[in-house]
Structures are given as C-alpha cells and as structure tokens.
C-alpha cells in the first residue's frame, strides 16, 4: 500500500529524531511491501525563522491533504520571547484544530528494561505500568472565549471552559473502544463537584457507557486522581478526560513511569488522519549533537501504522523491535545507567533497524 | 488572652478528632495562660440532616463573629445523590466565600518518623520534603459565572475562570510573605501558554515580587508542576498558584508526603479570621470508632495559634508534641507500621497532651 507522511520536524532534536523515525518507517516499508511518501513542512519555530509565523498555510494544506502527520518537537527558548499568538506552540494548538483532532492518546507504559528509572517504589510499581490516557484535545478552556475586561475588582482577565454534548461523546466513544481492546476499564476524571462542564461531561459519558456494558466505569474528581496516580497508579486502564485535566494527568502519568523520552503519543479526528509525536520537548541543548533519543518518536511511528493505516502487524514489529534493543541494554544519555551501551542518535536509530 | 473559636466537627470522623484538639488547645490555654471559648455550630452533612442546608445562616453568623474557625471534615456516600447546590461540599466553598478566606496554605511536609510510608523512591526525598502550596481560595473557576446554553455543536455547558489583578495581588503577595519565612523562593504555577488569566497572574506576579527582592521567583506551566512534584519535589519552597490548579497539586503534593492523615490547612482572609481543617476526608466508615488519626486537625490547630491568634511558641509546642509522640512510636491505624505501638484517636489525644 502506499502512504503519504506529512512530517514536521521542528526545532531542537526534532530534525534528529524524525531522521531515524524516516528510516525505520522505510525498512518497514520494504519488509512488509508498503511505500511512504514524506513531505516535509515548516512549523514551530522553524517556521517563524523562515516565514514569520509558526504554522504557515502550506503546512496546513499539506497535512490536510496526507494520510497522517509525523511531528518531531517545536519551541525553544529561542522564541520564548514573541507575543502569545505568534509562539511556536500556536502551531501544535493550530494544528489540532484544523485537522480535528480531538482525542490525544498518551500510553503512559512502563518499559521493563528501564524500570529502575521510575521514580516511585518497586511495591508501588510491582509488574508495570500500563495507562492509556485519552485527552480531549480541540476543546474546553483551550479552545473558549477569553480576554480582558472591567470588573467588580477592576482590571480582569478571563478564559472559558466550554464543553458540549456533542464533544463528549465522541472523546468518551474513543475511551470505551479503547478500554474494549484493554482491560475494559474507565475512569472519567472531572470536577462535577463544581463545574457544570464537568456534570454535563460526567452525565453525558454515562450515556455512552450503557453502550459499552463490558467495560467497567468509574468517575474520579481530578484533585483525586493527581493523588492516585502517585498513590496507586496500577488501578487504572484508560483515563478519559478534558483538554486543561489531560494536560495535567497526562504529564504527571509520563513522569511516574521515569521514561518521558520512551512515550509516544497520537492525536486523531474523526477519519484516519492522525498526527504523531513524541511527548518530550525539543532539547534544543543537545540539538544535532546525535545525542537524542529517538524511540519515542519511532513507537510513535508505531501508533501511526495501527491507528491511521490500520496496520497491526506492522506496529508490533517496531514495538518488538524497541523492547528487543533495549533488552540487549543499548541506551541513549537520557535512559542511561550502570552497566549499558551508551549509543547515539543514529546508532540506536540503525539498532531498531536492524532488530526489525 | 481570650479568644473564640467556631468549630465545626461536621461529618465522619470529624468529631472524634475535632473532640480531641480541642482538648489539646484546652492543655495549650492552661499551659500558657490563654482561654479559649468553643462554639459548635452545624455545617455539611450534619446540617442538612437538622436544617435542610449545608451551611445555615446561623453557622456563617457564628463564624464571623468568632477568632477562628476550626473544621473536622464534611460529606460522605449518604450525601451524594443530592444536587449540586445542596451538597455537603458547599458548605466549604460558601464559608471561604463568605469569611472572605483568599488564601489556602497547605504544607506538604514529610515527617522523618513516616519517611517508610513515601511513595517515592529515597534518592528523590533525600532528607525530607518541606513545600507550602498557597492556592488562591474564593476566585477562579470555582467562583466564576457558569450555565448551560447552545452553541455551535448544541447543548453545552460553561464555566469561567477570572482573575483580577486584585485578587492575584493579594494571593502572591501571602506567598511572598511567607516564602520570606522559609527558603526564600517562589515558585509561580499557571498556563500562560494557552490562558488569558494565567498571562494576567505571572505579570501580577512579577510586579509584586519587585517587593520581594530576597525572595527568587520563577513561573511553571501546571503540566511541568505536576512532573516535578515526581521528579525532583525537593526543588520547591513555595508554590503559588489559582484556585483550581492549587486544588489539583496541593493534593498531589500531599500525596508525595505518604501521610495524608497528618496534614493541616489554613484559609487565611483580609483579617486574622481563619478557617483550619484537615486536608483528608470524613472517612466514615471509620467513623465513632476511636481510630481516626487527630494528628491533622491537631497541626491545623497548630497552625491556628500561629496565624490567626499570633501565638508562635504555643503553636511550636502543639508540633513538638506530636513530633515527640511519633518518635515514641506510636502510631494510629492509617499510619501504622511493623514494630510501632497501635493507639486509638483518644490515646493518641492524650499522649500529644501529655508531650505538651
Ligand atoms: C505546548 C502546549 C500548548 C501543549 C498543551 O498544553 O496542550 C503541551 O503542553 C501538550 O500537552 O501538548
Ligand atoms: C470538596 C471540594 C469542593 C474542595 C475543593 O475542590 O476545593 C476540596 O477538594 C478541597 O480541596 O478543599
């Protein structure tokens, strides 16, 4: 079959990561017989040094048009400077609303090989970590109303948290037929204690569940669930929540598995276009310096092949491929410990290759 | 010197561990020549069970009336399926409303005695952990206008956080105050990055630190907080941030600590009125049973001396006493461990009585 990739690799590591994520693509092109056609784009800060805004039309009409989106990182300190609507994460905010994509899955997964990075104790842990986080992505208090007005205390600024049946349901439908192919639970995080998002969010998600009558649902507020991720991580499966709570949880789960530049994360819209990318920043430090590591970019890479392409098969290969080359204790600087093969950007890229 | 205090055991096991601080400050009056006058009034479930309401006219009346104002812990399962607005949890958000009470203080402490019970791993603790979460109390999305209407997608529900350049004033301004008294540094949480509000808070604060010259200041998205807190809590002093965000990392920050069951709070206003509680729940299924842990609303007491009553050295003494009992290892249920000495709520009264 053949495939269109956008790929956007951005600023800092970003060029470094996709680099190797292009090439494990194409091996996996040539052993299954798929061709990928990549066209590269301008966004981020990239973006704004050569065409003085962060997300150009021509990337848009370029992802628009391709089968899927490969993103490295964008931002920096840089152009941490600018005002708010010119900075490079306008272009990951830009890009989410004109493709749809309102769900972010985020696994937050535990890889044995590097279980003594986890910041929390072995009793905690036990066998592993294995979260799915499915954030809404295109709405809430990202995407509402703001500004400034004169209120009854003077000077004012103000954001609008808006959600709507109609988005609900179709982000908790992407969280029941997740944990469908899971461990069949939810758990919806909210503050319907307060907020009345948050009790149209909770009712509506009831509704959805009686569709799902395998899967088990529980709802949690959310000062809760930033307690039992720490207290408790290993009662969760998938976690379906808003936009603003996702940011939260979907971070502090990545933290409590110890490996941020091991997890990959997919944002999808209603068809099968998706955008891919890794949930670390862009390190612009170590930028071009072959030091970065690539893996979160390559299982990436992975979602890609299962959600946009359907191609399972293919995914598991390069799953199976990351876990058989960290198992052989080939490490990056960021993942590295007593005892492993510290490698470059490059090298752990061909290593995955090769492990194909 | 005399002085009136409100209490509230409201629900669970909030009169047991209410009945033994006020015990304690009984011992603290004697000891060093103070009077203290309790009135118990009715708020939470206990109110909607004699009154109808969560929080009776007469319960705020009393309250305003008084020094201070000291809270076992509201709500449980046989509240839950009444409507928002007649829930117990109301009571807390109108009595912060009503006092006035802008400005919650939460350490996060970890006490050497309980250091086992920390679910990070050593290394990241070192030699304790010692953060003050200030979150701002009666603004944000908790206080700001909210409904239903039909937008674009139909039926939608709407929340709306505000913050004016008052009210960040005066919240960062507490913060500074009390990072003066500590370790001199300020961390900032908001979203800058995406909210309007948040852009408002971190220029408010940056003016107000102009004040604070001492005092060293640096911003954080609440996505970053939230990772640090895992990753290496040992970087914060004290952390200022809204209402929401406060919500959700002043939990996180006191599950780090591994000992829910010992940590205080005060709600500080314009004045020296003040509302302590407990930062754990009504537990009731503990509830009666002499085996609540009082050490919270013991250091809530503590806390109470201190702010609202300006009595520092009453307030040290009340935290050597439980200190001292701890290190005499005895040990509520919550808090138990191999070797140490199991007492109820009312032995362990006693015991922090007789250190006193
Ligand atoms: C960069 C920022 C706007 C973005 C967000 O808050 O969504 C980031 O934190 C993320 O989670 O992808
Ligand atoms: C009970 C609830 C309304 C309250 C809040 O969200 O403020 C609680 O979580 C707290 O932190 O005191």
């Known amino acids: 079959m053949n495939f269109n990739i956008a790929t956007i690799p951005g600023d800092g590591i970003g060029p470094d990561i996709i680099e190797q994520t292009v090439l494990v693509l194409n091996r996996i092109g040539e052993k299954f017989g798929h061709t990928f056609h990549f066209t ?15 997300l150009p039309q021509e990337t848009i009409d370029i992802c628009k048009k ?17 005002p708010g609507d010119r900075r490079p994460e306008k272009a990951l905010l830009g890009l989410r609303g004109e493709l749809g994509l309102f769900a972010n899955l985020r696994p937050a997964l535990l890889h044995k090989a590097l279980k003594d990075a986890c910041p929390l104790k072995p009793e905690i842990i036990g066998d592993g970590l294995d979260i799915l986080v499915v954030r809404e992505l295109t709405g809430g ?17 103000y954001d609008t948290e808006t959600y709507s049946v109609h988005e609900v349901e179709r982000i908790a439908r992407v969280g029941f037929e997740s944990a469908m192919k899971r461990n069949k639970k939810v758990t919806s ?37 930033a307690m039992q991720l720490v207290r408790n991580p290993r009662q969760f499966d998938v976690i379906i929540t808003s936009n603003m709570f996702g940011d939260i949880l979907s971070d502090e789960a ?15 819209g209603e068809g099968t276009l998706g955008m891919y990318e890794p949930i670390h920043g862009s390190a612009p430090d170590i930028a071009g310096q072959d030091k970065a590591n690539p893996i979160a970019t390559i299982l990436s890479a992975a979602m890609m092949l299962r959600y946009s392409f359907n191609l399972e ?15 052989q204790n080939y490490r990056t600087g960021d993942i590295m410990s007593d005892g492993m093969k510290l ?14």
């Not at 590269?40 to 805004?53: H, P, S």
């Not at 208090?141 to 600024?157: D, H, L, M, S």
């Not at 098969?313 to 080359?325: D, H, M, N, Q, R």
């Open 141 to 157: 208090i990202y995407f509402g109303e703001r500004g400034r007005r004169t209120g009854k205390f003077g000077e004012e600024a």
């Open 66 to 82: 391709s089968d899927s989106v490969l993103l490295g990182a964008v931002g920096g300190p840089k152009w941490d400077n600018l």
């Open 254 to 268: 990545s933290m409590i598995t110890g490996s941020i530049g091991m997890l990959p994360s997919a944002s999808l």
């Open 40 to 54: 590269e784009v301008l966004a981020g800060g990239a973006a704004i040094d050569a065409t003085g805004e962060p």
């Open 313 to 327: 098969k293919e995914a598991a290969c390069v799953e199976e491929a990351v876990t058989k080359v960290l198992e």
């Open 189 to 225: 995080v909210d503050k319907a204690n307060i907020l009345e998002s948050s009790r149209l969010w909770r009712s509506v998600v009831e509704k959805v569940a009686k569709d799902y009558p395998e899967v088990e649902l529980n709802h949690m507020y959310v000062d809760n669930a």
């Open 343 to 356: 490698v470059g950007t490059r090298e752990m890229g061909q290593l995955i290759i090769n492990a194909l």
